[in-house]
C-alpha cells in the first residue's frame, strides 16, 4: 500500500509538470516527453483490478506513420530513388548491425551516439550509425575498388531526439555514392547535381548548396596563426557559427580553447565570406591564403568543381543555381573519417507559404569525400577514393507533411483505379467474377466486403478514397452482358461489353 500511495503521489506532481509546461506553452517534445514519464507512473499504479496497464507509446526518438504520412514518403523516395537510378547506381543493403569495432573511432565525438547490443553469442555488436561505413567495409571485404551505388535503409542514433524538426533515433538515410579513383571533382560535381535535381524535383522552396574543402580550412586556420594541435577543437568551435553569433564563437575560442584574440580575429574575416567562383579566385590571390599551399590546392579544385558546373550544367546555372563557397567548417569536416580532400554540401530549404517569410528548415541533406575511408578496413592499407552524398529524409518528410495539411489537395493512400459495384441485391458473384478478371488484366481494383451493399455507399467509398472510376453491375447489364463505367469525379458513363478489359484501361488513362 505504500509503494501505491508513493506512486499516487508521483503522478499527482508529474500532472502538474504537465500542466505548467503547457500552461507555459513549451515544445511539444517536451510536453510528449513529460506526459510519456506520466503514463508509465500510471501504468505502474494498475487498474481497479490491480493488474499492469501497458503503455501503448512508441520508444523515445521513434515514431508510428498513418496511410497518409506513408504515402507521402513513397512520393518522396520514389522521387529519390528514381533520380539515383537515372544517374546509373545500383544499389546494395548491409546488416543493420555491425562488429562494434567496425564502427568505433570513426565518428569522432559522434562515437558516444552509437547503440551497443549485448553480447550474443560472443560478438560484440552495435546498431549502425550511418551508410557511409558500412559501404567502406562492404567495399574493402569484398575487394571492390569501383561502383556507383545508392543505399536507402534505417539507421540508429543515441541522440536527443526533436520530433517536430524530423530528428529522431531511427531513422532512413538515402546515400548516394562513387567509388573509385577517377579524374579531380567530375563524380563531386554530379553529386552536386543530384542534390539540385532532387531538392527541385520535391519542389521544397528555396535552397542554397554550401561547399567546403577541408584543405582550406586547414589551411585558413595555418595561416590566421592556430597551432596545430588545435586544429580540430577550433574546427568544432566554428562550425557552431550556424548556431551562435561570431562574438560567443569568438569567446568560446579565446576563453575556453586557449586561442588568440588576434588569431580569432583573423578567422573572423574569413569566415564571414561565401560567394561562388568569384570568391575561390578572389582567395587564390589573397596574400596570407596564398602562404599555404594546402589552402591553394583546395581552393583549385572548389574552382575546378565551379567550372565543370557551369560548363555540365549551364541550365542550371542560368536558373541561378544555388551553389556557394563557405568558409565555414560544415560539421561534416569535423568527422575522422572523411579526407584532406573533402567537399562537403548541405543545402538548407526555405519553406514558406506563397507571400509569406520562408522560414529556415535547416539542412536536408549532406555529404562530401572520404577516400583514407575504405584504407581503414583493408589489411594492406590500400585506399579507394570515394565521394557521396546523403539526403535528410526525415527532415524532407517533416517538410512534405507541412506542406500537405497547407494543401487543400487530398493525399490517396491507395492506387485503387476501379471499384466494382452492383445496383442491385445478389450479385457479389458477379462482382468477384469481374473484378478477377480485372486483377489478371493488371488492373488494381477493389469490391466492398458485404454481400449486398447499398450503391450510394458504395460510391462515396469511391469519393473519399479518390477512386476514379467505378464498374457498375446490375441485372440488366448481365444480360445485355455489358458493364456501366462511371467517372466519379464527373459522374460521365458508358456502356462497354463485358469482356472488353481494354475499355476501362482506355477509361482508366482519360480519368487520370
Wanted: net charge negative; proline share 3%; hydrophobic share 40%.
Amino acid at each position: 500500500m505504500e509503494d501505491k500511495a508513493q506512486i499516487q503521489e508521483a503522478i499527482k506532481s508529474q500532472g502538474e509538470v504537465v500542466r505548467k509546461l503547457k500552461s507555459e506553452k513549451a515544445s511539444k517534445d517536451q510536453i510528449d516527453e513529460e506526459v510519456a514519464k506520466l503514463l508509465e507512473l500510471k501504468a505502474q499504479l494498475g487498474g481497479d483490478d490491480g493488474k499492469h496497464q501497458f503503455v501503448l507509446k512508441t520508444a523515445k526518438g521513434t515514431r508510428d506513420y498513418n496511410p497518409k504520412q506513408m504515402a507521402i514518403r513513397e512520393k518522396v523516395f520514389n522521387t529519390i530513388i528514381g533520380c539515383f537510378k537515372r544517374h546509373g547506381a545500383e544499389t546494395i543493403d548491409t546488416p543493420v548491425f555491425e562488429l562494434k569495432e567496425t564502427l568505433t573511432g570513426k565518428y569522432g565525438e559522434d562515437s558516444k551516439l552509437i547503440y551497443d547490443l549485448k553480447d550474443q553469442g560472443g560478438e560484440l555488436l552495435s546498431l549502425r550509425y550511418d551508410l557511409t561505413v558500412p559501404f567502406a567495409r562492404y567495399l574493402a571485404m569484398n575487394k571492390i575498388t569501383n561502383i556507383k551505388r545508392y543505399h536507402i535503409a534505417k539507421v540508429y542514433r543515441r541522440d536527443n531526439p526533436a520530433m517536430t524538426r524530423g530528428r529522431y533515433r531511427e531513422f532512413y538515410q538515402c546515400d548516394f555514392d562513387i567509388a573509385g579513383q577517377y579524374d579531380a571533382m567530375i563524380p563531386d560535381a554530379e553529386c552536386l547535381k543530384i542534390v539540385h535535381e532532387i531538392l527541385s524535383e520535391l519542389d521544397l522552396g528555396d535552397f542554397r548548396i554550401k561547399v567546403n574543402d577541408r584543405r582550406i580550412l586547414d589551411g585558413m586556420f595555418a595561416v590566421c596563426g592556430v597551432p596545430d594541435d588545435k586544429f580540430r577543437t577550433i574546427c568544432s568551435t566554428v562550425d557552431k557559427l550556424d548556431k551562435m553569433p561570431w562574438e560567443d564563437v569568438k569567446k568560446e575560442m579565446v576563453n575556453e580553447k586557449g586561442l588568440s584574440e588576434e588569431a580569432a580575429d583573423q578567422i573572423g574575416e574569413y569566415v564571414s565570406m561565401q560567394g561562388g567562383m568569384d570568391l575561390a579566385e578572389r582567395l587564390l590571390q589573397d596574400q596570407k591564403m596564398c602562404q599555404s599551399k594546402l589552402a591553394c590546392a583546395g581552393l583549385s579544385d572548389i574552382k575546378l568543381l565551379f567550372s565543370y558546373l557551369q560548363a555540365h550544367y549551364n541550365s542550371f546555372f542560368h536558373n541561378l543555381f544555388p551553389l556557394y563557397l563557405f568558409l565555414v567548417s560544415l560539421h561534416i569536416l569535423s568527422l575522422p573519417c572523411y579526407s584532406a580532400g573533402v567537399a562537403p554540401v548541405t543545402a538548407e530549404a526555405q519553406n514558406g507559404a506563397p507571400g509569406e517569410e520562408s522560414v529556415s528548415v535547416g539542412s536536408v541533406a549532406g555529404g562530401g569525400r572520404y577516400d583514407g575511408l575504405v584504407g581503414m578496413f583493408d589489411p594492406k592499407g590500400r585506399k579507394v577514393p570515394c565521394v557521396g552524398v546523403s539526403i535528410g529524409i526525415e527532415r524532407v518528410f517533416s517538410i512534405m507533411e507541412q506542406k500537405a495539411e497547407a494543401s487543400a489537395e487530398k493525399v490517396r493512400t491507395t492506387e485503387v483505379q476501379v471499384m466494382v459495384a452492383s445496383a442491385q441485391k445478389n450479385l457479389l458473384e458477379e462482382k468477384l467474377k469481374l473484378i478477377t478478371e480485372l486483377w489478371n488484366a493488371g488492373i488494381k481494383a477493389e469490391v466492398m466486403y458485404k454481400k449486398n451493399p447499398k450503391l450510394l455507399s458504395q460510391l462515396q467509398h469511391c469519393e473519399e478514397s479518390g477512386i476514379p472510376l467505378v464498374a457498375i453491375l446490375g441485372e440488366q447489364e448481365l444480360k445485355d452482358g455489358v458493364v456501366k463505367l462511371r467517372v466519379v469525379a464527373t459522374r460521365e458513363e458508358a456502356v462497354n461489353m463485358f469482356e472488353e478489359l481494354l475499355v476501362i484501361q482506355c477509361w482508366l488513362h482519360v480519368s487520370a
